[in-house]
């Protein structure tokens, strides 16, 4: 059974950075495309980005040139560094693993104060 487990997120303050991480156990994590997305309260879940089993890279607009997806595939982790943390992007952030199948971790809070 695949799991996946995300760490990393905090209080911080407009400006911070925080980096998130994503442990993937059960499975064969370098097959998987991985992606990040993250949701608000009271809005839908949406895509932050992606980075595919051959490294292929994609952001969202709102986070480009802020955030920074990579992936260790030694450590069968998938990693979100987020610098000059803004208000805009407080809330839930959930890591995604997909190979055929789509598998979710819990989610970690992610909450920036002005």
């Known amino acids: 059974q695949v799991q996946l487990v995300e760490s990393g997120g905090g209080l911080v303050q407009a400006g911070s950075s925080l980096r998130l991480s994503c442990a993937v156990s059960?499975?064969?994590?370098?097959?998987?495309?991985m992606a990040w997305f993250r949701q608000a309260p009271g809005k839908e879940r949406e895509l932050v980005a992606t980075?595919?089993?051959?490294?292929?890279?994609n952001y969202a607009a709102s986070v480009k040139g802020r955030f920074t997806i990579s992936r260790d595939n030694a450590k069968a982790t998938l990693y979100l560094q987020m610098n000059n943390l803004q208000p805009e992007d407080t809330a839930v952030y959930y890591c995604k693993a997909t190979r055929f199948v789509h598998y979710w971790g819990q989610g970690t809070q992610v909450t920036v104060s002005t």
């Open positions: 980075i595919s089993s051959l490294g292929f890279i």
């Open positions: 059960g499975g064969t994590f370098s097959t998987y495309a």
